[in-house]
């Protein structure tokens, strides 16, 4: 669950969003220091009187500065493809939700057991009790065991909705006419919002 004035994601439950974190911070920190490399460069250029006239001309340089940034974008390019596979890699599932959305709820079926669905709505502002979340809070929870391959398959009745639980690194699209897949498994126990 995210907090006021928190500047990072909140933690991770699953072991894509395990992934998906140090993917940032592996990405986060190249950006950083190409970002302190091109700074220190134009400093060094404003405040400097010495220039050498033939580096520009130079192969060597052309030859870098080209090789270089192909370098960087392989190597944020092969983690950010293996993550991706990982992502839609579906592992025989132990249960599978069917989700639906609607214009103001979404609808849940347990396929691997008959007549077991319900609906969740948002609890109006009004209704709320005390150290309940605006927003957050639906009358009917959905409940999924922990460290078990879980398949949801997501659509949408009426209008595009988007299913997502942060925490676990989900975001699908709820599309009208189209089913889409995602798996997700939690490690440790919780109550996780989306």
């Known amino acids: 669950m995210a907090y006021p004035m928190q500047l990072g994601f909140q933690d991770a439950t699953s072991p894509i969003m395990e992934e998906l974190l140090h993917f940032h911070d592996h990405t986060l920190m ?12 134009i400093s060094l250029m404003l405040t400097t009187k010495l220039t050498h006239t033939s580096t520009m001309d130079a192969q060597e ?3 870098i500065w080209t090789i ?3 370098i960087i974008l392989i190597m944020i ?8 596979y990982m992502m839609d890699e579906i592992n025989n599932p ?7 959305g609607h214009q103001w709820y979404w609808s849940y079926e347990y396929t691997d ?10 609890i109006p502002t009004s209704e709320l009790k005390p150290g309940e979340l605006r927003l957050l809070e639906v009358d009917n929870r959905v409940v999924l065991p922990m460290e078990m391959t879980i398949r949801m398959l997501i659509s949408s009745e009426d209008v595009l909705h988007s299913w997502a639980v942060p925490s676990l690194g989900l975001k699908t699209d709820a ?9 997700l498994m939690s490690t440790r126990p919780g109550l996780y919002y989306g």
């Open 113 to 122: 057991y008959e007549d077991l669905s319900f609906d969740s709505y948002m």
């Open 61 to 63: 340089v052309e030859t």
């Open 77 to 84: 390019a092969l983690p950010s493809l293996r993550i991706l």
């Open 175 to 183: 599309i009208p006419g189209r089913l889409n897949q995602t798996t």
């Open 94 to 100: 132990s249960l599978t939700v069917k989700t639906m």
């Open 30 to 41: 190249i950006v950083f220091l190409i970002s302190s490399l091109v700074l220190y460069i």
């Open 68 to 70: 270089l940034p192909a």
